[in-house]
């Protein structure tokens, strides 16, 4: 027997029906979307434990070498001391490396507090600065050209904001070509602080500017895959400027290269 449905019972129907259609629908969607993110997340720490593993072995395979050599050969007390030289510098790129991880696995499980006193900010970047230094390149280039404000002070977490300087820093010169400058800029303006680092590398597509300080995420071009670094050193540098209630903005140098300001 066929059963005769009123117009409004047919059209109470279609709406549950498009109802239901609509939560499955928006349910698959955003388990899609969620297992994507997942996928890429795994990725990422995947592609991070690599990075990991290839730069710790990089800096101890150089300091085994350098020290295995003044061992076995008579060198002389100059050529003892470059390879000295040459193996804190690795220890000091391990340590840095080993800095970043803890603080970031502070930062994550928020037992990091960010203790804040008054400090000089010019001294600071300019003590990173000569560390960093590769003071001639080819003979006459220098690769770090600072101009730094003197006495410019400032109430913030001294430690966090060594690693902010410092990864910004080594970023640039880690994305740049050889031989090819990095200027640093540190001075005040209408009471604010400006911390500016520019490079005339490899530069960011418009398109993943708002992803580099995404945790782990590192620029998917060939050149930058075959740069050093982890993935966390600009994740660190915007979680720690957040605490500060400062800006990050990256922006196109020209005639090429990046140009990354802070503004406290």
Do not use: W
């Amino acid at each position: 027997m066929l059963v005769k449905l009123q117009p409004g019972k047919i059209g109470m129907i279609m709406g549950e029906g498009l109802v239901f259609i609509s939560v499955v629908f928006g349910g698959a969607y955003y388990l899609h979307k969620s297992v994507s993110r997942e996928l890429r997340l795994q990725e990422q720490k995947k592609n991070f434990l690599l990075s990991v593993t290839h730069e710790l072995k990089s800096p101890l395979a150089s300091i085994k070498l350098l020290l295995q050599t003044i061992q076995k050969r008579d060198l002389t007390k100059a050529q003892i001391l470059d390879f000295i030289n040459k193996s804190l510098l690795d220890i000091e790129r391990l340590d840095d490396m080993v800095e970043n991880m803890l603080l970031a696995s502070k930062i994550d499980n928020s037992s990091y507090t960010f203790p804040k006193a008054n400090f000089n900010l010019s001294v600071l970047v300019d003590s990173i600065v000569n560390r960093l230094q590769i003071t001639k390149c080819d003979g006459n280039q220098q690769i770090i050209n600072a101009e730094i404000e003197s006495k410019i002070e400032m109430t913030g977490d001294k430690f966090a904001l060594t690693s902010v300087v410092t990864n910004l820093i080594e970023n640039a010169v880690k994305y740049s070509r050889p031989c090819e400058a990095v200027d640093v800029k540190l001075f005040s303006k209408e009471g604010k602080i400006h911390l500016q680092v520019a490079d005339h590398g490899i530069g960011i597509a418009d398109e993943e500017k708002s992803r580099i300080f995404d945790k782990f995420y590192r620029v998917g071009s060939e050149d930058t895959r075959n740069t050093k670094g982890t993935g966390l050193g600009l994740y660190i540098v915007k979680q720690v400027l957040d605490k500060h209630e400062a800006s990050i903005r990256v922006k196109d140098n020209r005639p090429e290269g990046s140009i990354f300001e802070v503004v406290f």
